[in-house]
């Protein structure tokens, strides 16, 4: 949809059309308001629909059902906990104080729908406040067919994340995948997955109807907007902010048709995506960068800091100190036919029995179950001085066939493609490996020595994979004593390359409890607001659980909406359908 007019009004003008704006549109518009997105790429979606579409949601009525014991308290305590003192207290209490009311209004409106996940832990379990499961909460797949003609308008899925040319996975189907040949139920899941989205193709669609994860996420607030006439412009570029004295008072707009004055009558609200390939902003905030190293990008290519400019060149001041500039995972490269590559971030393979990750020297250099942000940022360190940073992921055949590997499904999906792209490599001896990877031969025989001498015990007391409740959770339950420890001896041996990748930028503007951008002395800039990852992160950039990215950005996306349109969303929601018990583990948050 583009504009027709060299004009044009509105209530509220939002930049971007991730979680956080779409998000804001949606509130927006329920409390009365009318709203214009823009966004700057073709499709919608922005880095949402990239994502996994999980949301960090601390007590929410949905725990509550299931019986999970969890305060708000409780949660602003573990994030100050896991910010170490940075990033604004005050927006970690905003959050956890409203989150859940935000999240179960949307879900009330029909805007999302979402179910917890108490197999998700949060990633710092020894802090207190944490809470075993039940906090982040999963988007249910939708069926893009619900949007139309607009279903193309859709940002597709990452290549990663789809298989038969455009069946979308989601989080909860891979165990039936690698269960496929031995369980009768999840045979039968993967034959109605694949069954339906071969009649899908056949109908004509460009590629499966069935959205899951952030891709579903952004469909179903996108098919909320269209029932109600919301206007989403795409390949619209917010170039300028307009002022009316001090007040924001809209901007201009580049289209395809033409530049377009919009006049937002009551704010402006920034939700572009932060920075993640913008170089200079790079150089500046990331030290590997400004010393020669790189690192790759998840977020789309229009994701460029175009709403920090904005808002800096009208005096809005970046946040304060964070641990980490961005939230980093590894990522490899799969390289296609067609000569391209597409990036395969590596979240919960690390972990499995058998997998262990070496420097081109052949030594280990972290825990390989640890959290993908934190991983990333040991591998980053590890690989200081050097050229570039990579690592390898190594397994031999045992683990490999019963858990994949980054792109290579597990046993029956076949090996050869993987093969003879040069993404996986094999070698009948742990030598023959090296060699062909670029591994020293002798450290990668020392490092898996090692690892067999301490797999035989169970315990890896070098790095500690495996000894806390989140590795254990992530690792292989059926495997005993320890879900993350196997030994490395069954050939032939297998590696995948990996290097630093990031899912978005924690550095972004300094904002109020209502999403107001504040300039350098605290003040609100009138008429401003930022959501997402154009907001400075609420946990001081640390990466606590899963959904930390998108559980705020939707919070403050509706707070930002309540603020302009000066009343709040009332909620009346009780949990729809059956809400599964939690398990006995994740009843109680961690008191210590």
């Not at 988007?139 to 619900?146: I, L, N, S, Y």
């Not at 377009?260 to 200079?280: E, K, M, N």
């Not at 066939?401 to 597990?410: E, I, K, Q």
Request: charged share 20%; proline share 6%; with cysteine.
């Amino acid at each position: 949809m583009t504009p027709e007019a060299a004009h044009h009004d509105c209530d509220v003008l939002i930049a971007g059309s991730g979680a956080g704006g779409l998000a804001a549109a949606v509130a927006a518009r329920e409390l009365g308001l009318e709203v214009l997105v823009v966004e700057k790429a073709c499709t919608i979606g922005g880095t949402t629909a990239w994502s996994g579409g999980e949301l960090w949601v601390p007590a929410n009525r949905w725990q509550q059902a299931a019986g999970v014991m969890d305060t708000t308290e409780a949660a602003a305590a573990y994030l100050d906990e896991a910010a170490g003192g940075r990033g604004p207290a005050e927006l970690r209490a905003t959050f956890t104080r409203h989150a859940a009311r935000a999240v179960e209004k949307l879900v009330e409106l029909g805007a999302m729908a979402v179910e917890p996940m108490f197999d998700a832990p949060d990633y710092e379990m020894q802090l207190a406040g944490a809470c075993p499961g039940g906090r982040t909460l999963r988007t249910v797949p939708f069926d893009g067919r619900e949007l139309g003609a607009e279903f193309v308008r859709l940002r597709d899925p990452l290549a990663a994340g789809q298989i038969l040319g455009g069946l979308s996975m989601a989080r909860e189907d891979l165990p039936h995948f690698r269960g496929l040949l031995r369980s009768p139920r999840s045979a039968a899941h993967v034959a109605r997955l694949v069954t339906t989205h071969g009649w899908q193709r056949l109908g004509g669609l460009h590629r499966g109807a069935r959205t899951t994860m952030g891709n579903a996420l952004i469909a179903r607030l996108v098919a909320w907007l269209m029932a109600r006439n919301v206007p989403i412009w795409t390949a619209a570029a917010l170039r300028t902010l307009e002022t009316l004295g001090t007040t924001v008072s809209g901007g201009v707009v580049e289209t395809l048709k033409g530049t377009v004055r919009v006049r937002a009558r009551h704010g402006v609200i920034l939700a572009t995506g932060g920075f993640s390939h913008d170089q200079d902003m790079m150089v500046r905030h990331y030290p590997h960068v400004a010393d020669g190293q790189s690192h790759l990008p998840l977020p789309p290519p229009e994701v460029k800091g175009d709403g920090l400019r904005l808002a800096q060149a009208l005096g809005g001041a970046l946040g304060g100190q964070v641990i980490q500039p961005s939230a980093w995972t590894v990522v490899s490269r799969y390289p296609v036919p067609s000569g391209a590559t597409f990036l395969v971030p590596h979240f919960g393979d690390r972990s499995k029995p058998g997998i262990i990750a070496v420097l081109a020297n052949g030594s280990r250099f972290a825990n390989e179950a640890a959290d993908y942000h934190v991983f990333c940022a040991h591998l980053i360190k590890a690989c200081a001085g050097e050229r570039e940073a990579q690592a390898w992921l190594i397994a031999d055949d045992s683990a490999l066939r019963s858990y994949g590997l980054g792109r290579v499904g597990a046993f029956p999906f076949p090996l050869g493609p993987a093969l003879r792209s040069g993404y996986l490599i094999r070698g009948r001896s742990s030598s023959e490996l090296a060699l062909a990877a670029g591994i020293s031969p002798q450290g990668l025989e020392r490092s898996l020595e090692r690892w067999n001498q301490m797999a035989g015990s169970g315990r890896d007391t070098d790095y500690g994979k495996g000894e806390n409740y989140f590795d254990r959770s992530s690792g292989d339950a059926s495997h005993h004593p320890n879900p993350c420890v196997a030994p490395i001896t069954r050939p032939p041996f297998y590696a995948i390359r990996i290097q630093p990748g990031n899912l978005s930028t924690f550095l972004g503007l300094a904002i109020d409890g209502s999403s107001r951008v504040l300039d350098h002395t605290g003040r609100p800039l009138p008429g401003l607001y930022a959501v997402g990852a154009d907001a400075e992160s609420i946990a001081g950039g640390a990466y606590p659980a899963a959904g930390i990215t998108l559980g705020p950005a939707v919070t403050f996306g509706v707070l930002a909406a309540e603020k302009i349109a000066g009343k709040t969303l009332s909620t009346n929601i009780a949990p729809s359908g059956a809400v599964r018990r939690a398990p006995d583990a994740a009843t109680l948050i961690n008191p210590a």
